[in-house]
């Protein structure tokens, strides 16, 4: 007659089964979260990179442009900019603004007939799809050579 006491064990409990499984459960969804958390990282950092790229493509577009150009259509300055515009770079779309300012340096002195010394430009990206995103903002001068001597 066989009693419990003469058994040996050869495989595990009920009990060592459903901690193992919850350990590996654990795991799992831990490994998971922290995918899921470097690809939007990796994807906010793309979106950041891709619009700072488009701000400085264009700006550089402002800037081999005519000096008599640089200005936005039906703006003060007048010219060919357009001051809001929506552009598409892989699939995702950015808002692109842009403002033209003249400015009069009284540094220099004030020269009659001149409306500024330069152009103060600022081109600004957003994007209204991407999570968390915050607009990314170039500023710079254009100003034609020689445009004011005394």
């Keep these: 007659m066989l009693t419990f ?4 064990s050869k495989g595990f409990t009920f009990i060592e089964v459903v901690v193992s499984v919850a350990l590996l459960l654990v795991v799992i969804v831990s490994a998971y979260h922290g995918y899921a958390m470097v690809s ?24 081999n442009m005519p000096y008599a150009s640089v200005g936005t259509v039906g703006g003060t300055p007048s010219g060919i900019v357009l001051a809001s515009q929506v552009l598409s770079r892989g699939g995702v779309s950015y808002a692109v603004l842009i403002t033209v300012q ?5 540094f220099d002195g004030m020269v009659e007939g001149f409306p500024a010394d330069y152009k103060l430009i600022e081109v600004s990206i957003a994007c209204e799809t991407c999570q968390n995103f915050n607009p990314i903002v170039i500023t710079g001068r254009v100003a034609p050579a020689n445009l004011e001597s005394s």
């Design 102 to 106: 003249n400015v009069n340096d009284p």
């Design 5 to 8: 006491h003469n058994m040996k």
């Design 40 to 63: 939007k990282v990796v994807a906010h950092s793309h979106f950041r990179m891709t619009a700072a790229d488009l701000a400085n493509e264009q700006f550089e577009l402002i800037k």
